[in-house]
Nanobody, 125 residues
C-alpha cells in the first residue's frame, strides 16, 4: 500500500492547516489510519487515528480540541489542525495498519504497516 500525504507548510501560531493522506487506488479495503509526527531530535509520536469505519477516533492529549481527524472516504483521511502552536512543528506522517478490525486504530509506530513520505509543518511564534 502506498500513501501520499500533503498539506504541510509554514503557518503562524494560532493559524490553521489541513493535511491529507490518500492510500493507493489498489487499496480496496478500508484500513485504520493514523497521523504521527516527529520533531527534530525526537521520537516519532502518535497524534491521531481513525478506525476503518470512521467511528472510533483517538487523539494525543496535546492536540485534543485543536485537531480533527476525518475519514473523508475509503482511501482518504484528513487532519484539520486549528490553533496551531510552535510545539506542533514537526514532520507529519500518515500511517496505515492493515488490520481488518472495525474498532482498531494504530497508536504506536510499531502498529503501522505502511507510511507516507512525511510533510513538514512549521509553526512560527
Amino acid at each position: 500500500v502506498q500513501l501520499q500525504a500533503s498539506g504541510g507548510g509554514l503557518v503562524q501560531a494560532g493559524g490553521s492547516l489541513k493535511l491529507s493522506c490518500t492510500a493507493s487506488a489498489r487499496t480496496f479495503t478500508e484500513y485504520p489510519m493514523g497521523w504521527f509526527r516527529q520533531a527534530p531530535g525526537e521520537e516519532r509520536e502518535f497524534v491521531a487515528a481513525v478506525s476503518r469505519t470512521g467511528r472510533n477516533i483517538k487523539y494525543v492529549d496535546s492536540v485534543k480540541g485543536r485537531f480533527t481527524i476525518d475519514r473523508y472516504s475509503k482511501n482518504t483521511v484528513y487532519l484539520q489542525m486549528n490553533n496551531l502552536k510552535p510545539e506542533d512543528t514537526a514532520v507529519y506522517y500518515c500511517g496505515l495498519a492493515q488490520v481488518e478490525n472495525n474498532r482498531y486504530f494504530p497508536t504506536k509506530s510499531a502498529d503501522v504497516d505502511s507510511w507516507g513520505p512525511g510533510t513538514q509543518l512549521t509553526v512560527s511564534s
